[in-house]
Nanobody
Framework: QVQLVESGGGSVQAGGSLRLSCAAS????????MGWFRQAPGKEREFAAA???????YYADSVKGRFTISRDNAKNTMYLQMNSLKPEDTAVYYC????????????????????WGQGTQVTVSS
C-alpha cells in the first residue's frame, strides 16, 4: 500500500477549472496504477479517470473531453485537470492507487485499488 494525499479542491463557478493533485508515498509509484473516483451526496462512489503505469488513460463518459489525468513519476504525483466544470461535477474526489499494477487490471472497479486518499471537496455552482 501507499499513502495518498489529495489537494487542490475548492469552489468554482460553472465553466471554471480546477486542478487536483495526489501525492503518493513509497517507492513503487512508477509501477502503480492510479485513479480518481468521486462521490456526490447521496450517491455511490463512481469512477472518473485512471492512468496505468504505461501512461494509458481512461475516462468516464461524463468527464471525457473535459478532464485530463496525468502523472509525474519523478514527483510521485498524479493530477486531474478539470475544465468546463458543471454543477453535476460537485463531489468529494478521491485519489486511489494499486501499488503494483496487476497484469489484469479493471481500471473502473474501486475494489482493484488498495490505497485511498482522504478526499478533497469540489463544489461547482451554477
Amino acid at each position: 500500500q501507499v499513502q495518498l494525499v489529495e489537494s487542490g479542491g475548492g469552489s468554482v463557478q460553472a465553466g471554471g477549472s480546477l486542478r487536483l493533485s495526489c501525492a503518493a508515498s513509497g517507492q513503487t509509484f512508477s509501477r502503480s496504477a492510479m485513479g480518481w473516483f468521486r462521490q456526490a451526496p447521496g450517491k455511490e462512489r463512481e469512477f472518473a479517470a485512471a492512468i496505468r503505469r504505461t501512461g494509458q488513460r481512461y475516462y468516464a463518459d461524463s468527464v471525457k473531453g473535459r478532464f485530463t489525468i496525468s502523472r509525474d513519476n519523478a514527483k510521485n504525483t498524479m493530477y486531474l485537470q478539470m475544465n468546463s466544470l458543471k454543477p453535476e461535477d460537485t463531489a468529494v474526489y478521491y485519489c486511489a492507487a494499486v501499488a503494483i499494477e496487476p497484469m489484469r487490471f479493471v481500471h473502473d472497479d474501486p475494489h482493484e485499488y488498495d490505497s485511498w486518499g482522504q478526499g478533497t471537496q469540489v463544489t461547482v455552482s451554477s
